[in-house]
T-cell receptor, first 113, second 112 residues
Framework: NAGVTQTPKFRILKIGQSMTLQCTQD?????MYWYRQDPGMGLKLIYY???????DKGEVPNGYNVSRSTTEDFPLRLELAAPSQTSVYFC????????????FGQGTRLTVV | QQQVKQSPQSLIVQKGGISIINCAYE??????FPWYQQFPGKGPALLIA?????SEKKEGRFTISFNKSAKQFSLHIMDSQPGDSATYFC???????????FGAGTRLAVHP
């Protein structure tokens, strides 16, 4: 039981490049989330999904896209990388309903130069 | 708009002392208030949580105090240990939405 797995752990992108951050969970959780963490700013919700085929915007969605074709996977897409997207990205999942505990992955440290 | 405000930003406590971190929220629709603990290079992990129908919850050395009328809640770490050194995040969630909104975090350092 691996929990929430994120890849890659580190990545350097040039301005204007695109990439996909991968996230997969093996707990059969309905809810999945993408957060970004910036120093002194806490975790900001980018996008979330309540189940396969359903996604919605969080607090800071601009510059990102997501899809949820399966229960297990929730990739985050950056189309035109900008320096403002330099951050640590965390994927999380929760069962939903009355079970609200969120389980986080190890994070992806992204630098845009 | 910061829905959950956390203070202090950083905290230094001597071993054996009490660490206190405070949070305030604005949305009265929030009905679940967890605290997450994060060690360097790791993702946050749930530490303890409370719902607004109780004023206090204790798990070992960790206690949440909740003041519904003031819209405030706090984390108390008794007998703080160097192993407690981490970043702590308060959060709030509105029932039925399952979107956790986090505070800015508090970096705690417990000195031996």
């Amino acid at each position: 039981n691996a929990g929430v797995t994120q890849t890659p752990k580190f990545r350097i992108l040039k301005i204007g490049q695109s990439m996909t951050l991968q996230c997969t969970q093996d707990m059969n959780h309905n809810y999945m989330y993408w957060y970004r963490q910036d120093p002194g700013m806490g975790l900001k919700l980018i996008y979330y999904s309540v189940g396969a085929g359903i996604t919605d915007k969080g607090e800071v969605p601009n510059g990102y896209n997501v899809s949820r074709s399966t229960t297990e996977d929730f990739p985050l897409r950056l189309e035109l990388a900008a320096p403002s997207q330099t951050s640590v990205y965390f994927c999380a999942s929760s069962l939903g309903g009355s079970n609200t505990e969120a389980f986080f992955g190890q994070g992806t440290r992204l630098t845009v130069v | 708009q910061q829905q959950v405000k956390q203070s202090p930003q950083s905290l230094i406590v001597q071993k054996g002392g009490i660490s206190i971190i405070n949070c305030a929220y604005e949305n009265t629709a929030f009905d679940y208030f967890p605290w997450y603990q994060q060690f360097p290079g790791k993702g946050p992990a749930l530490l303890i949580a409370i719902r607004p129908d109780v004023s206090e919850k204790k798990e070992g050395r960790f206690t949440i105090s909740f003041n519904k009328s003031a819209k405030q809640f706090s984390l108390h770490i008794m007998d703080s240990q160097p192993g407690d050194s981490a970043t702590y995040f308060c959060a709030a969630l509105r029932g039925g939405y399952n979107k956790l909104i986090f505070g800015a975090g508090t970096r705690l350092a417990v000195h031996p």
